[in-house]
């Protein structure tokens, strides 16, 4: 056997028990060797096994709740015709909430993270470092949709989250300088360099209801799980190449490996026991066939807390491959000790860790559509076809009258009849329009989710109650998602980014990138210290009409004289940058308001770098101008005919006009006859001051001129009100 046999079987199975004393277990040492621990895990592996029997008629009608998303009929259907049409009714439902859904949660602006700290400051950094990892992981584009489909028709949201590393060969130019005996010339010539470049981040994985067991299932939460004993398992189909590069890396031991390759299985039925296949479905339903054919095998990847020493249980991550193949057994990988899975249901039922389908109550109302829809059209095909009545005795010319283009029938008209087939497909259509309004009233979807909108017509009343019920229902839906799986989310992207991550990032930033890129280095977290970050996208597409308030409430307060709320003290900077970190996100919020280690000059040494690596540098109002435009101008005749030369011209012509302005502020700020003060400062003659033309008077709501058209999006000041309140019904 190769490997040494495979390694002597992996030294026997160490199956004595270990001993109290002894440094601690580390993180990567296979436990499953332990005697203790095996019989643990055996006693582990019988409860999960019974589970997914338990659960086996769930998965089967999470199935056929499939089927009717994909649109594919099957054998609950009652009429069998020569019509085959399937009414995508809850499949247009579905789609519309998760359009709906998908884009409450990631609103247009852009921020989705917030954060609660110690000291009331925002770590603009931390945040765009969350937002970032958020587009790397596709969450918006990839996760989201499938996510919100998968909560719909299986009444589960169910999310794994792992570091995934991706390395590169990357071959570039280079400039190598020219020798000669081992001495530099000082000329250089081209050259190609080629490194390897590894760059990682989260990799979030929807997870089938079907793949997932928690036991016990009366629980209430993950954590309660564990805590309580329980496990939580993942059901994995592995390939030939996935389980010999898991034997590899050292993730599963190489015995467990070579006896899983012995026992791989053609299809979805593992040792006599069924599983439902859900990505098989998915698959076929995009028009991939034979996606299973090849061989895989079926591995439960479960989490529970193991003794591995007396007195001493942790939290541990096991892999079974059959009732005697334990694979691998090691502790939590995770430093922060969570677990990768995150579920919630979409519906809380009480007594139970998972939801019921949303499906469920409408599949036969959709099984009814399709019944009537097919009638209907078999009916419609024989309507549309006249029946002719004639007496053969009175008509010898029968078999002459085939119904062409300008037939003549040499029959009396009193003794040939022509009548229609009754139209009974229009009372079919008129049950498959009843069966529509009711799966949209059970799924909560109302005509302002719907892209595509009928002919019906609604007052501004109608319009704006329906408006006003859309915001409470889905507020009601992505709460859920916010809470119960965004926020986790998070923190599990920062205690990887924290444990996997160990050198600095440049984030991308909006705005000018020079000194930006040197500024926002964001370096790994101090993790679960200081600041506490919580999705954010559902409350920023819900404070529209808040931002509005508290621009009105900062105009008010700043109308009130100080000493009527002495000995207290007007501070509007938390105010102001909650607003705009509200408005604009954080990508923007930094460039807004300048910390002040932002406001420090910048040397012109570390200008003249920058410039050279093809960053845009702005220049700052305390820079010395005129050592600037020296060292900047001594540079630019050093390297004339540079890439960098047009960005140095720029600039330098930027710190002369700043010269420029110093000189005019300075004429200016004396003003006529050396008297000190601008016309038209704030407090001097001429100056804008509370009432003035062009400034908002204290208390007034911010308004266009009289005339003007407001921003789109934005809500009439009449209209500010309670969601939770029904709006005046219009005479």
Known sequence: MADAQLEAQDDDLDL??????????????????????????????????????????????????????????????????????????????????????????????????????????????????????????????????????????????????????????????????VTVGGLPTGEEVDDIDEQEVTSGCPYVEVIADADLLVLPYTADCLEEVIACGGSVTVLRRWSKSQIKKMAREGEITKAGAQTLLEEMVDDAVAKGQPRTDKPAKMVDAAGIKNARGTKYALVYETWSVVSIRRGERRLCRIYFGGKDNILSCKRNPLWCDLLPVISAPVKKVQGSFKGRSLVEPVAP???????????????????????????????PRVGSMILSLAAIWETSPKNTQILNFPPIWKEGLEIVSGCKNQIKESLAVNSSMVTQQ???????????????????????????????????????????????????????????????????KVTPITFDKRYEFIWFGVEQARSQQQIQMQIAAINVMRGIPPDQYAPYKLDLRPALTHIVGSAFGPQLAPLTFKSPEQLMPVMADMENEMLGQGFTVDVHELDDDNLHIQSHMRLLQSNPQ??????????????????????MAVGMAQGPMGQLGAPGAPGVPGGAGPGVAGTPRPGAQPMPPKGAQQPPGAIHQDRLQDPSQMPRKMG
């Open 454 to 520: 009928g002919t019906t017509k609604l007052n501004q009343a109608e319009i704006a109650q329906e408006q006003q019920v859309d915001l409470l229902t889905t507020a009601d839906a992505v709460t859920v998602l916010e809470h119960g799986i965004l926020t986790p989310m998070l923190n599990l992207f920062l205690a990887l980014d924290h444990q996997y991550r160990d050198d600095d990032i440049f984030v991308k930033q909006w705005g000018p990138m020079g000194t930006q890129a040197k500024l926002e």
């Open 16 to 177: 004595e028990p270990e001993e109290d004393e002894g440094p601690a277990l580390e993180r990567d040492e296979e436990l499953s060797k332990r005697k203790s621990v095996r019989d643990q895990l055996l006693d582990l592996y019988q409860e999960v096994e019974t589970g997914f029997q338990n659960q086996a008629d769930r998965a089967d009608n999470n199935a056929d709740y499939w089927d009717i998303y994909n649109c594919k009929l099957g054998g609950k259907q009652f009429y069998s015709g020569n019509s085959k049409i399937f009414v995508p009714l809850v499949k247009d439902a579905v789609d519309a909430r998760k359009t709906r859904f998908a884009n409450q949660v990631f609103p247009p602006s852009g921020r989705y993270v917030d954060a609660i700290s110690e000291d009331g400051t925002e770590p603009f950094a931390t945040l765009s470092l969350l937002d970032h990892y958020t587009r790397k992981a596709k969450v918006r584009t990839e996760v989201m949709p499938a996510l919100l489909v998968n909560g719909d028709v299986e009444g589960q949201y169910s999310i794994y989250v792992h570091w995934q590393e991706y390395e590169r060969n990357v071959t570039q130019k280079v400039k190598s300088p």
């Open 642 to 663: 540079s890439d960098y030369a047009l960005k140095m011209q720029a600039h330098i012509f930027s710190h002369i006009q700043q010269m420029q302005r110093k000189a």
């Open 365 to 395: 109302i959709q099984y009814m559509a399709n019944d009537a829809c097919n009638e209907a059209m078999d009916s419609a095909a024989y309507a549309l076809m006249p029946i002719v009545m004639t007496d053969p005795n009175e008509n």
